[in-house]
């Protein structure tokens, strides 16, 4: 499969979005200062050169700078994808609170907003 074929299958609007990213897997804690791509209501590519392997399990926060409170989203998710850049999490569970503040950013960044589900 190739990435054209790769690419046919998500659904979804996807967006570019630049902030800090925790992800902790059982055995690591990675702090990412830097750009999220392809940032979903499903998931996110995270740019990093950590190994993390295809299905591990992880706790994902997601920093909104630029708000006063402190915005941080939280999920919990599994690595689906690994490259040499980084890799892509698929978002197993989204607190509710998170989840109404993600679609927020996703429809804002998006060029089709009214297809965010």
Same mark, same amino acid.
Do not use: W
């Given at each position: 499969? *190739?990435? /054209?074929?790769?690419?046919?299958?998500?659904?979804?609007?996807?967006?570019?979005?630049?902030?800090?990213?925790?992800?902790? %897997?059982?055995?690591?804690?990675? #702090?990412?200062?830097?750009? /999220? #791509?392809?940032? /979903?209501?499903?998931?996110?590519?995270?740019? %990093? +050169?950590?190994?993390?392997?295809?299905?591990?399990?992880?706790?994902?926060? !997601?920093?909104?700078?630029? %708000?006063? *409170?402190? !915005?941080?989203?939280?999920?919990?998710?599994?690595?689906?994808?690994?490259?040499? %850049?980084?890799? +892509? !999490?698929?978002?197993?569970?989204?607190?509710? *609170?998170?989840?109404?503040?993600?679609?927020?950013?996703?429809?804002?960044? +998006?060029?089709?907003? *009214?297809?965010? !589900?």
């Amino acid at each position: 499969m *190739d990435k /054209s074929d790769n690419a046919e299958k998500r659904q979804g609007e996807r967006v570019s979005f630049e902030t800090k990213v925790f992800l902790k %897997t059982s055995d690591k804690e990675i #702090r990412v200062d830097g750009s /999220s #791509r392809d940032l /979903s209501m499903r998931g996110l590519f995270v740019k %990093t +050169a950590e190994d993390l392997h295809r299905g591990s399990s992880c706790d994902i926060e !997601v920093v909104l700078s630029g %708000t006063i *409170d402190g !915005v941080v989203l939280k999920m919990k998710g599994t690595v689906i994808r690994k490259e040499p %850049t980084g890799v +892509a !999490v698929y978002f197993n569970s989204v607190d509710i *609170d998170s989840y109404a503040h993600l679609k927020k950013l996703v429809q804002y960044n +998006a060029k089709f907003p *009214d297809s965010v !589900v």
